[in-house]
């Protein structure tokens, strides 16, 4: 069972950055399939992007495609979201999760969460 610790969230302007971080403990990442989703008030959990074991491919929701990098160091078990030219729509709690199971990775249905990070983008 792995254990899921996200960091780097903040208040920001529009247009700036920020990288969130999800440190893994109790197993190795390498085994698991890993993703990035985010909440804001009043909605849906919604998918942001997902990584492969390795690292490779990668996907992305439309909505940050082209502005955000995931990415994952397995030897610091630690993945990554990097996010550029942040919008005020991107303000959310974001999530890391993780799964053993490549069909629950495609279906984006993950096993292990985070507690979440608070990114706020203001305009």
């Known amino acids: 069972q792995v254990q899921l610790v996200e960091s780097g969230g903040g208040s920001v302007q529009a247009g700036g950055s920020l990288r969130l971080s999800c440190a893994a403990s109790?197993?190795?990442?390498?085994?698991?399939?890993m993703g990035w989703f985010r909440q804001a008030p009043g909605k849906e959990r919604e998918f942001v992007a997902g990584?492969?074991?390795?690292?490779?491919?990668?996907s992305y929701a439309e909505s940050v495609k082209g502005r955000f990098t995931i990415s994952r160091e397995n030897a610091k078990n630690t993945m990554y979201l990097q996010m550029d030219s942040l919008k005020p729509e991107d303000t959310a709690v974001y999530y890391c999760?993780?799964?053993?199971?490549?069909?629950?990775?495609?279906?984006?249905?993950?096993?292990?969460w985070g507690q979440g990070t608070q990114v706020t983008v203001s305009s």
């Open positions: 990584i492969m074991l390795s690292g490779s491919p990668t």
């Open positions: 999760a993780a799964t053993t199971n490549l069909r629950s990775y495609r279906g984006r249905t993950y096993d292990y």
């Open positions: 109790g197993r190795g990442i390498s085994s698991y399939y």
